[in-house]
């Protein structure tokens, strides 16, 4: 693989669909909802019954504009529905309506990690379009059967320029996406479940040409591994096919899920035999700046700015920060924590230690813990004011708060008696039985041996019951030896 990218450079276009998550259809008042039973949410519109009209959704145009606005697109003022005409059973209209001439967004950007440095992924255009029905050809029935809920239901597709340089860029680009997505609440972004889709464009050319070379475009992967693996077996078939002094056909190739290998499937022209056209049914769309700035007003914070804030303002490794900022849910409650409690540190360790393991264990998200931010600053101030050890409160108070997250932090720590006890006569009365009840060690203490003093330590710690403030008992243990 090495070699042949010392001889050649790899270029990847991609194009993203992204199932927009609004209540209705693109332009049919019919439920836009996943795993309904088939054929329930079909009106006559949707099922392209003769004489039906289009109707455009105004959230699903706002839904594409705030996606624009995230990846800093120019957001037309004017925009356009066309009809791409093709046959398919599960397209009862014989055409998809999308956008060809006056797309919703053009320009915009993405930038993601390339090795050590950042690589600005630039975007052609986001365009609106509506999604195919499903069919499915099993066994079990004859024939093959249509279920058309999905027909006529809302999609973006993202176009980016061909410019992505390896299988690395184009997987934390698709991640990116897909944090994106979730965070502006835009979609799921589940590709497991084709919610976020992604086509691959991919070519090689001679090292440092500036000519594109002949592409194929890998359709359908469901997920980032994927795309990756069929860039990756793309770039050993296309060099060997160059190195052999052949060309490669530019066409449209599928992609084997068990073999990592791709295949072809149909030869794709240089001329579109879509025939587009701007569609009769429906007029074209006027955004003005006003219904623009409304949405922007709902943008949230973006994951590349959350990441940045945790870095620069709350005292977070790039290590924390990545994992609080992958999810807005996470985010959400770290911040939200931080309005309660200034220990920022200790709450990404909260959050990326215990109450990540106890959420695993559960199997929930963070938006379901019922340990809500105001309860976790309530045992990091314990902490921090040593009046319960962290191994303490993350082994027996986090999990007793599970239980009741109805109580306080230290109601419950009080009545599980494990508050750290101030009380030091109390205490230097165990150290002393300690220290004498082992008069050997103490004396090897004593003549220099002072590693002696964590086994010290231990005994008192077991003595107490695991209640003995670390600190003080510390210092307490090491004044009393040398007595
Ligand atoms: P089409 O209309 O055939 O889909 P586009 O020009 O819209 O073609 O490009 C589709 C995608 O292919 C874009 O993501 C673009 O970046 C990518 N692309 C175009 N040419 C190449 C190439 N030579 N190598 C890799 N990707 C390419
Ligand atoms: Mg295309």
Redesign the pocket.
Same mark, same amino acid.
């Given at each position: 693989m090495k070699d042949i990218l010392e001889k050649y450079d790899l270029v990847v276009g991609l &194009?993203i669909h992204v199932q927009l998550n609004t209540e209705s259809k693109l332009f049919a008042a019919d439920k836009n909802s996943f795993g309904d039973s088939p054929n329930s949410n079909v009106s006559p519109i949707t099922l392209a019954h003769p004489g039906t009209l289009p109707k455009p959704n105004k959230s699903v145009i706002s839904h594409a504009i705030k996606m624009g606005l995230a990846i800093n697109c120019d957001i037309a003022s004017y925009t356009t529905f066309d009809r791409k005409n093709y046959f398919y059973p599960d397209l009862p209209k014989g055409y998809q309506t999308t956008q060809d001439q006056h797309p919703i967004c053009r320009g915009g950007y993405i930038d993601v990690k390339s090795g050590d440095s950042i690589k600005r992924v630039n975007f052609n255009r986001i365009h609106i379009e509506e999604d195919a029905g499903k069919s499915s050809h099993d066994a079990e029935h004859e024939g093959s059967l249509l279920d058309y809920n999905r027909a006529g239901t809302p999609l973006i597709e993202m176009?980016t320029e061909p410019e992505i340089s390896s299988a690395e860029e184009a997987g934390n680009l698709l991640t990116e996406i897909r944090k994106i997505v979730r965070y502006i609440n835009v979609g799921d972004g589940n590709m497991e479940q084709g919610s976020l889709r992604c086509?691959a464009n991919i070519s090689l050319k001679p090292k440092g040409s500036d000519q594109l070379g002949k592409r194929v &475009?890998i359709k359908n992967m469901n997920s980032i591994r994927n795309v990756q693996r069929a860039i990756n077996h793309e770039i050993e078939r296309q060099s060997a096919l160059l190195d052999a002094g052949k060309t490669v056909l530019q066409e449209t190739r599928g992609f084997n899920d068990d073999t990592g290998a791709t295949t072809g499937q149909r030869t794709k022209e240089e001329a579109n035999d879509y025939r587009y056209f701007p569609c009769p049914d429906l007029l074209p769309i006027h955004v003005n700046e006003s219904w623009v700035a409304q949405v922007k007003a709902t943008l949230p914070k973006l994951p590349h700015e959350v990441l940045a804030d945790l870095q620069d303002n709350y005292e977070l490794s790039a290590y924390d920060a990545e994992i609080i900022a992958d999810q807005k849910e996470l985010s959400d409650y770290f911040y939200e924590t931080t309005k309660l409690t200034k220990h920022y540190k200790r709450i990404a360790n909260w959050m990326i230690g215990p109450i990540k393991s106890a959420l695993n264990d559960s199997n929930i998200e963070i938006q379901d813990f019922v340990v809500k931010p105001t309860l976790l600053a309530e045992i990091i101030e314990l902490v921090a004011t040593d009046k319960v050890s962290f191994s303490m409160a993350s082994t027996r108070l986090l999990p007793a708060l599970i239980q009741s997250p109805d109580k306080s932090a230290l109601e419950m720590a009080k009545q599980m008696e494990l508050l750290q006890s101030d009380d030091q006569d109390e205490l230097v009365k165990t150290i002393e039985a300690v220290i004498a009840s082992m008069p050997d060690k103490a004396k090897a203490y004593k003549s220099g041996k002072k590693g002696l003093l964590g086994m010290f330590m231990g005994e008192v710690m077991k003595k107490t019951g695991g209640k003995a403030n670390p600190k003080v008992a510390n210092k307490l243990i090491a004044e009393l030896l040398e007595k």
């Amino acid at each position: 693989m090495k070699d042949i990218l010392e001889k050649y450079d790899l270029v990847v276009g991609l &194009e993203i669909h992204v199932q927009l998550n609004t209540e209705s259809k693109l332009f049919a008042a019919d439920k836009n909802s996943f795993g309904d039973s088939p054929n329930s949410n079909v009106s006559p519109i949707t099922l392209a019954h003769p004489g039906t009209l289009p109707k455009p959704n105004k959230s699903v145009i706002s839904h594409a504009i705030k996606m624009g606005l995230a990846i800093n697109c120019d957001i037309a003022s004017y925009t356009t529905f066309d009809r791409k005409n093709y046959f398919y059973p599960d397209l009862p209209k014989g055409y998809q309506t999308t956008q060809d001439q006056h797309p919703i967004c053009r320009g915009g950007y993405i930038d993601v990690k390339s090795g050590d440095s950042i690589k600005r992924v630039n975007f052609n255009r986001i365009h609106i379009e509506e999604d195919a029905g499903k069919s499915s050809h099993d066994a079990e029935h004859e024939g093959s059967l249509l279920d058309y809920n999905r027909a006529g239901t809302p999609l973006i597709e993202m176009v980016t320029e061909p410019e992505i340089s390896s299988a690395e860029e184009a997987g934390n680009l698709l991640t990116e996406i897909r944090k994106i997505v979730r965070y502006i609440n835009v979609g799921d972004g589940n590709m497991e479940q084709g919610s976020l889709r992604c086509d691959a464009n991919i070519s090689l050319k001679p090292k440092g040409s500036d000519q594109l070379g002949k592409r194929v &475009e890998i359709k359908n992967m469901n997920s980032i591994r994927n795309v990756q693996r069929a860039i990756n077996h793309e770039i050993e078939r296309q060099s060997a096919l160059l190195d052999a002094g052949k060309t490669v056909l530019q066409e449209t190739r599928g992609f084997n899920d068990d073999t990592g290998a791709t295949t072809g499937q149909r030869t794709k022209e240089e001329a579109n035999d879509y025939r587009y056209f701007p569609c009769p049914d429906l007029l074209p769309i006027h955004v003005n700046e006003s219904w623009v700035a409304q949405v922007k007003a709902t943008l949230p914070k973006l994951p590349h700015e959350v990441l940045a804030d945790l870095q620069d303002n709350y005292e977070l490794s790039a290590y924390d920060a990545e994992i609080i900022a992958d999810q807005k849910e996470l985010s959400d409650y770290f911040y939200e924590t931080t309005k309660l409690t200034k220990h920022y540190k200790r709450i990404a360790n909260w959050m990326i230690g215990p109450i990540k393991s106890a959420l695993n264990d559960s199997n929930i998200e963070i938006q379901d813990f019922v340990v809500k931010p105001t309860l976790l600053a309530e045992i990091i101030e314990l902490v921090a004011t040593d009046k319960v050890s962290f191994s303490m409160a993350s082994t027996r108070l986090l999990p007793a708060l599970i239980q009741s997250p109805d109580k306080s932090a230290l109601e419950m720590a009080k009545q599980m008696e494990l508050l750290q006890s101030d009380d030091q006569d109390e205490l230097v009365k165990t150290i002393e039985a300690v220290i004498a009840s082992m008069p050997d060690k103490a004396k090897a203490y004593k003549s220099g041996k002072k590693g002696l003093l964590g086994m010290f330590m231990g005994e008192v710690m077991k003595k107490t019951g695991g209640k003995a403030n670390p600190k003080v008992a510390n210092k307490l243990i090491a004044e009393l030896l040398e007595k």
